[in-house]
């Protein structure tokens, strides 16, 4: 008989809790002792960020589809600033891959849509402790590959210092741990941000240099952006015409990508790979030529 970890009981607790995450969400807004508690224990020195897919964002009025090859020196052109370079930028620098076997939140929430099995990943030392009954640890090649198979999925990237990762995972340090979600918008944990305590949601923010523009005097209210497609729930219906919450809106592209007309479009700043890059490269350690 195999022993109890920390690691098994976690996911059982996770399993059985995840579905009431906005209630719970709902009792910190409310209640700001717990919501302080909270904090402490899970959120506390949090920083986020979603990347928007590639093939939403626009350059000069032009979708850029570019593909990036991932040679053994790499290099991240300057006129290529898809948001993908991040991770794979991040993946070369660091020593450890850690990829899970599944997605806890899609398993939890048995998700019809997306694979489950496409887990999250994980890089920097504390990526060495998680349980190895929970997934493998992989090459930087092999870590690119699984960015490219969720992409291809339609998930969305989100990335950074996730202090109830090093929790669950009992990684130790939250500073040693660098987490590589790919989240779809049914079964996002981080769908619950709308109902948290503004001073936990602002941890969750979108990528450096990213803006979703909306261009109404095109939009003809098709209604493809407001279909289970905004997981932070910015989207809604203002005078017959798509209307964006920019204080929730994370600028992950999903509403970018569906929509027909062309009204709603993701840019970004030339050096916005170079900050996003800036604010996580401190979580990995540096490979050692």
């Given at each position: ?69 991932i040679n053994k020196d790499v290099e991240v052109p300057e006129n290529i600033m898809l948001p993908s370079n991040v991770l794979k930028e991040m993946i070369m ?7 899970m076997d599944s997605c806890i939140c899609r398993v939890s929430n048995d998700c019809k849509d997306y694979p489950q099995k496409l887990g999250c990943l994980f ?159 401190s979580l990995i350690d540096v490979r050692l030529e």
């Amino acid at each position: 008989m195999s022993k109890i970890t920390f690691s098994d009981i976690s996911v059982k607790v996770i399993k059985l809790t995840f579905k009431s995450r906005f209630a719970f969400a709902k009792v910190c807004r409310k209640i700001p002792l717990i919501a302080k508690v909270v904090d402490k224990l899970f959120f506390e020195d949090d920083d986020i960020q979603v990347l928007p897919r590639d093939s939403s964002i626009r350059s000069n009025n032009a979708v850029i589809s570019e593909e990036i090859t991932i040679n053994k020196d790499v290099e991240v052109p300057e006129n290529i600033m898809l948001p993908s370079n991040v991770l794979k930028e991040m993946i070369m620098k660091s020593k450890y891959h850690f990829i899970m076997d599944s997605c806890i939140c899609r398993v939890s929430n048995d998700c019809k849509d997306y694979p489950q099995k496409l887990g999250c990943l994980f890089l920097g030392k504390g990526s060495k402790r998680i349980s190895p009954k929970l997934g493998n640890v992989v090459s930087s090649y092999e870590a690119i590959e699984h960015v490219d198979k969720c992409q291809e999925a339609g998930l969305v990237h989100i990335i950074g210092r996730n202090k109830i990762d090093s929790v669950w995972l009992n990684t130790g340090p939250k500073e040693e741990l660098l987490s590589i979600c790919a989240c779809c918008p049914c079964c996002c944990l981080w769908k619950m941000t709308p109902d948290l305590p503004e001073n936990i949601g602002k941890n969750f923010s979108k990528m450096e240099g990213v803006e979703l523009k909306l261009d109404k005097t095109i939009c003809i209210d098709c209604g493809k952006c407001r279909k289970n497609i905004c997981f932070v729930e910015a989207i809604s219906v203002e005078n017959g015409k798509a209307s964006i919450d920019m204080i929730k809106c994370r600028a992950c592209g999903r509403c970018a990508e569906i929509c027909s007309s062309g009204a709603l479009t993701i840019q970004m700043e030339k050096d916005g790979v170079k900050h996003s890059i800036k604010r996580v490269e401190s979580l990995i350690d540096v490979r050692l030529e």
